[in-house]
């Protein structure tokens, strides 16, 4: 399985831009999907964006336009480029690889830990 750590949170303001990344140790990083996921506090975790092993990119409603999902297999590092943040995008996002080439759902493949992302003006 892959070890995820996430990185690239904090605190913008709206209108503001962040990029996650999410960087993972294996030796068969480009076998996995990959997917970012987010859970404000009292709320469910929701998908945000996903890449499957051929590349194939889906993102949520709520962000499309404002948010884009990328990886770099040479660097085994996933990113996601956040860009018009509103207050509501406030959450942790999390990092989730799948070795079945496909984001199955939250009960399969790893996590890693989280980075907080805080829109406040």
């Known amino acids: 399985q892959l070890q995820l750590v996430e990185s690239g949170g904090g605190l913008v303001q709206p209108g503001g831009s962040l990029r996650l990344s999410c960087r993972a140790s294996?030796?068969?990083?480009?076998?996995?999907?990959l997917a970012w996921y987010r859970q404000a506090p009292g709320k469910q975790r929701e998908l945000v964006a996903d890449i499957t092993r051929n590349g194939t990119t889906n993102v949520a409603d709520s962000v499309k336009g404002r948010f884009t999902i990328s990886r770099d297999n040479a660097e085994s590092t996933v990113y996601l480029q956040m860009n018009s943040l509103k207050l509501e995008d406030t959450a942790v996002y999390y990092c989730?690889?799948?070795?079945?080439?496909?984001?199955?759902?939250?009960?399969?493949?790893?996590w890693g830990q989280g980075t907080q992302v805080t829109v406040s003006s």
């Open positions: 989730n690889s799948d070795p079945s080439g496909v984001i199955r759902g939250p009960d399969f493949g790893n």
């Open positions: 294996g030796h068969i990083f480009f076998f996995y999907a």
